[in-house]
Nanobody
Framework: QVQVVESGGGLVETGGSLRLSCTVSGLSFADYAMGWFRQAPGKEREGVAT????????YYYDSVKGRFTISQDKAKNTLYLQMNTLKPEDTAMYYCAADRRCSRLWDGYGDYWGQGTQVTVSS
């Protein structure tokens, strides 16, 4: 019953921007921490950013600090990832995930995952 759907990926030049969206149905943002993760071909999946279910505190992995911003619209049950100053190394499939424990999500574990949206940054 829980559905997680990402959108907004595409092709962009180095230094450009994109905004990803993740629409979730079947669960409430009040009960789950949310996050963005990514995986490039032949590489291990890595974390991008997370946001807590309570105060909405945000946390970023080192590779995207200062460039990406995670946010959520609770009324629309939608998670966003604003990506600025994109680099070729940001090229990956981006996934949206939810978990009741923020610590678990930070470590890469999630109760629910979307199918991903592709982001490609040309050099």
């Amino acid at each position: 019953q829980v559905q997680v759907v990402e959108s907004g990926g595409g092709l962009v030049e180095t230094g450009g921007s994109l905004r990803l969206s993740c629409t979730v149905s079947g669960l409430s943002f009040a009960d789950y921490a949310m996050g963005w993760f990514r995986q490039a071909p032949g590489k291990e999946r890595e974390g991008v950013a997370t946001i807590t279910s309570g105060a909405g505190s945000t946390y970023y992995y080192d590779s995207v600090k200062g460039r990406f911003t995670i946010s959520q619209d609770k009324a629309k049950n939608t998670l966003y990832l604003q990506m600025n100053t994109l680099k070729p190394e940001d090229t990956a499939m981006y996934y949206c995930a939810a978990d009741r424990r923020c610590s678990r999500l930070w470590d890469g574990y999630g109760d629910y995952w979307g199918q991903g949206t592709q982001v490609t940054v040309s050099s």
